[in-house]
């Protein structure tokens, strides 16, 4: 039986001040071994983004296949706001699934989606939009720059920027957080010729950003997912799972996958250490305020600008002979180029 009328029928939706939503997949199936600092991290990661955002952000957090005393502790953090959206599934979907349960809802223009063990620094927020709004043609932008990512999935930038002067290699501004992060992925070192030079564009207003973007932590256009796959994927890791669902959604409306010239975040892995506490302990309160987003660059759908860049060009460029001419033309010494193409 319906009783009254429900106070809720007919009542407009608040307009939402956030233009930027923060998505993070969870997966602690326990805590002790592997994952036992696992939490920790997480909360260091959840934190750090309140801490440094300079916008009114919103965060997502989808626990997939985490445990039950994880799953208590997650609810607290929502009743304490530092989360805004909270979805629980009890069985593990698999880490893209799991973004899509709220990436298909998201509102917002932009769309940061980011490992659960990654530590924003102050000024990622900042230095991402800055790169967005110099270069609009911009897909995705990752506040943290990783070592050869020249030629992954950027030959339309190599197009574009053949024969520009804007397009060169330049010294890493920040060797000692790329080491970091080879040993964050298992490296015990990273040698110079890593971290010697990277790929870079610079815009006409000065902005250097870094070609290529990666996985763990990257901000996207929301427009790029209209061109994402409709279905779920099969993968519950890996496979082509992100390729598909990330990767190619940039390429496919013409968008550029760039990085920060500057390292504005650290993936931390799953062993808690002293500078992780010593830089989180660190971070500096922003203040938060609206941010003019909306203003970018709509990108669109450019079906022949995607063949010929990634089935054509690509071709063209890696011809061994024709590459190596390119890439000492846009500033490798000899010596570097070997090291690179090795």
């Not at 968008?255 to 971070?283: C, I, P, S």
């Amino acid at each position: 039986m319906r009783k009254g009328k429900n106070i809720s029928k007919d009542i407009l939706l608040p307009v939402s001040d956030s233009n930027h939503r923060i998505i993070i997949p969870l997966y602690i199936p326990n805590e002790e071994d592997y994952y036992k600092d696992a939490f920790t991290i997480f909360t260091y990661c959840l934190t750090s983004i309140h801490k440094t955002s300079i916008s009114n952000i919103k965060i997502s957090v989808i626990s997939n296949g985490s445990c039950s005393s994880v799953n208590a502790k997650l609810f607290q953090l929502q009743e304490e706001k530092y989360i805004d959206e909270l979805i629980i599934e009890k069985e593990s979907i698999g880490k893209v699934n799991s973004i899509l349960k709220a990436l298909r809802t998201a509102e917002e223009r932009l769309v940061t989606i980011t490992d659960a063990d990654v530590l924003f620094d102050n000024d990622w927020e900042k230095e991402v939009l800055d790169v967005f709004n110099a270069f609009p043609k911009a897909g995705s932008v990752s506040p943290v720059p990783v070592f050869r990512t020249h030629f992954r999935l950027t030959y339309n930038i190599w197009f574009d920027n053949l024969f520009s002067s804007r397009l060169k290699f330049r010294p890493v501004k920040d060797p000692e957080s790329m080491t970091l992060f080879a040993n964050s992925i298992g490296w015990p070192w990273l040698g110079l010729k890593y971290k010697d030079v990277i790929a870079t564009l610079k815009s006409k207003e000065e902005t250097i950003a870094v070609l290529g973007s990666s996985h763990f932590v990257c901000t996207y256009k929301r427009e790029v997912f209209s061109k994402m796959p409709k279905d779920n994927t099969i993968y519950k890791l890996g496979g082509d799972s992100e390729h598909l669902y990330t990767d190619l959604p940039v390429l496919k409306l013409g968008g550029y996958r760039l990085a920060t010239y500057g390292n504005y975040a650290y993936h931390l892995g799953n062993v808690l250490e002293d500078w992780m506490t010593e830089k989180h302990t660190g971070l500096k309160e922003e203040v938060k305020k609206t941010q003019n987003i909306e203003t970018l660059k709509v990108l669109s759908d450019r079906p022949f600008y995607y063949f010929f860049t990634e089935k054509v060009f690509k071709k063209f460029l890696r011809y061994p002979v024709l590459c190596r001419y390119i890439l000492k033309r846009k500033g490798l010494s000899e010596k570097q180029l070997n090291d690179l193409l090795q």
